[in-house]
T-cell receptor, first 115, second 112 residues
């Protein structure tokens, strides 16, 4: 069976510090991978998605970046955090399906507080 | 602009009642539809998917899709306090490489 791991679960970082969040998927190959952010009281905002190694699509211009160094590894980074980067960060995966019929499976999330 | 609209709630129902959650979407060619449940402080969990017009039942949950009206709903029968959560509607506009568009969710409160 497929599992998705995301860490850390919680993180408190000062403004201006770097960020690295990691997500890995087990039990499948060539998954589609996604990073979402959910700010307090707001909906899910798609940040990045990837359909393959080294292929990253950015949905929202900001001070965050993503990388996919391995097939089942997705990393979210920032060089300098802003207060507005606080939120609940969620990694998700899905199978590629030509009909787009596959839903997403989310990791357990990282709650980031920038102070 | 692809949009998925949900009433933010809260929707309050007594235990044992039917909870009805609604969602409308703007992209007429949307192919796949999903309902997620998100408990406070937790990540969303996929509970239902539906691709064709009509009803799809899974236990106490029934998803209903009407593509002509661009409307998808989730019915929860015999609601339990453990069903209290935020329910997110998600739509896949065209399939393939397209990404899901999520609504902001409806909070459901089931009182004992």
């Amino acid at each position: 069976s497929q599992t998705i791991h995301q860490w850390p679960a919680t993180l408190v970082q000062p403004v201006g510090s770097p960020l690295s969040l990691e997500c890995t998927v087990e039990g499948t190959s060539n998954p589609n991978l996604y990073w979402y952010r959910q700010a307090a009281g707001r909906g899910l905002q798609l940040l990045f998605y990837s359909v393959g190694i080294g292929q990253i699509s950015s949905e929202v211009p900001q001070n965050l970046s993503a990388s996919r160094p391995q097939d089942r590894q997705f990393i979210l980074s920032s060089k300098k955090l802003l207060l507005s980067d606080s939120g609940f960060y969620l990694c998700a995966w899905s199978r590629y399906d030509r009909q787009g019929a596959s839903g997403y499976t989310f990791g357990s999330g990282t709650r980031l507080t920038v102070v | 602009q692809k949009e998925v609209e949900q009433n933010s709630g809260p929707l309050s129902v007594p235990e044992g009642a039917i909870a009805s959650l609604n969602c409308t979407y703007s992209d007429r060619v949307s192919q796949s539809f999903f309902w997620y449940r998100q408990y406070s402080g937790k990540s969303p969990e996929l509970i239902m998917s539906i691709y064709s017009n009509g009803d799809k039942e899974d236990g106490r949950f029934t998803a209903q899709l009407n593509k002509a009206s661009q409307y998808v709903s989730l019915l929860i029968r015999d609601s339990q306090p453990s069903d209290s959560a935020t329910y997110l509607c998600a739509v896949n506009p065209t399939g393939g490489y397209s990404t899901l568009t999520f609504g902001k969710g409806t909070m459901l409160l089931v009182s004992p």
